[in-house]
């Protein structure tokens, strides 16, 4: 690897060590065996380079929330059982005792702070909005229009960050995958009836 690659690790490392906040240069620096100048050269700055860990360190939790098997294996896509598979999965996630989804919490309250990487954090959001259109969709993200970006995706986004608040503050009373399908079937029964008796 080169010193491109070498930082970005180093990054990552850091970020599920330390978090955002907390990261220095010289933590960079030490954990990637490179050096202060190589940060500006490759990245332009610590925190642009930190953004693009946080946003490598998500691409990477992605196959797991597909699963062993690769997305809704065995279950219909956009069927209430694919809806369950991926978040069991997503939460799976969630529950070991890592540090990624403090991380991700701690980056989300920190946006206002981070003028110069928030919009790259921004596009990075987006696209992860496609990907989660894709998983429960299916369908390639490529294909995905930018309507249903805006509307599914941003859905599927707040459930997201919704779930990372409730795991981050008490794992004990967040919802578990069958409570939220749970939930979704009510939404769905609810604007049934809704929309039978409007007819």
Same mark, same amino acid.
């Given at each position: 690897?080169?010193?491109?690659?070498?930082?970005?690790?180093? =990054?990552?490392?850091?970020? &599920?060590?330390?978090?955002?906040?907390?990261?220095?240069?010289?933590?960079?620096?030490?954990?990637?065996?490179?050096? #202060?100048?190589?940060?500006? @050269?490759? @990245?332009?700055?610590?925190?642009?380079?930190?953004?693009?860990?946080?946003?490598?360190?998500?691409?990477?939790?992605?196959?797991?929330?597909?699963?062993?098997?690769?997305?809704?294996?065995?279950?219909?896509?956009?069927?209430?059982? +694919?809806?369950?598979?991926? /978040?069991?999965?997503?939460?799976?996630? *969630?529950?070991?005792?890592?540090?990624? /989804? +403090? #991380?991700?919490?701690?980056?989300?309250? *920190?946006?206002?702070?981070?003028p110069?990487?928030?919009?790259? #954090?921004? +596009?990075?959001? +987006?696209?992860?909005?496609?990907?989660?259109?894709?998983?429960? *969709?299916?369908?390639r993200?490529?294909?995905?229009?930018?309507?249903?970006?805006?509307?599914?995706?941003?859905? @599927?986004?707040?459930?997201?960050?919704? #779930?990372? !608040? &409730? /795991?981050?503050?008490?794992?004990?009373? =967040?919802?578990?995958?069958?409570?939220?399908?749970?939930?979704?079937?009510?939404?769905?029964?609810?604007?049934?009836q809704? !929309?039978?008796?409007?007819?």
């Open positions: 690897m080169g010193h491109r690659e070498d930082l970005l690790e180093g =990054a990552k490392r850091c970020l &599920l060590q330390k978090g955002f906040a907390r990261t220095t240069a010289r933590d960079i620096v030490k954990e990637s065996g490179t050096n #202060l100048a190589s940060i500006g @050269y490759h @990245y332009g700055s610590k925190d642009a380079l930190l953004a693009q860990a946080y946003v490598a360190l998500v691409e990477d939790m992605s196959g797991a929330f597909a699963g062993d098997a690769g997305p809704g294996a065995g279950t219909a896509p956009g069927s209430v059982e +694919r809806f369950q598979e991926v /978040w069991s999965n997503v939460i799976a996630t *969630m529950r070991d005792p890592g540090s990624f /989804w +403090r #991380l991700s919490a701690e980056i989300v309250v *920190m946006g206002d702070q981070l110069e990487v928030r919009d790259h #954090l921004a +596009r990075a959001q +987006r696209e992860g909005s496609r990907g989660f259109v894709a998983l429960l *969709m299916g369908g993200e490529e294909d995905i229009p930018e309507d249903v970006v805006d509307t599914l995706g941003a859905f @599927y986004t707040v459930l997201m960050t919704g #779930l990372i !608040s &409730l /795991w981050t503050f008490d794992p004990k009373t =967040a919802p578990g995958a069958e409570q939220l399908t749970e939930g979704l079937r009510q939404v769905i029964a609810g604007a049934t809704g !929309s039978a008796r409007d007819s």
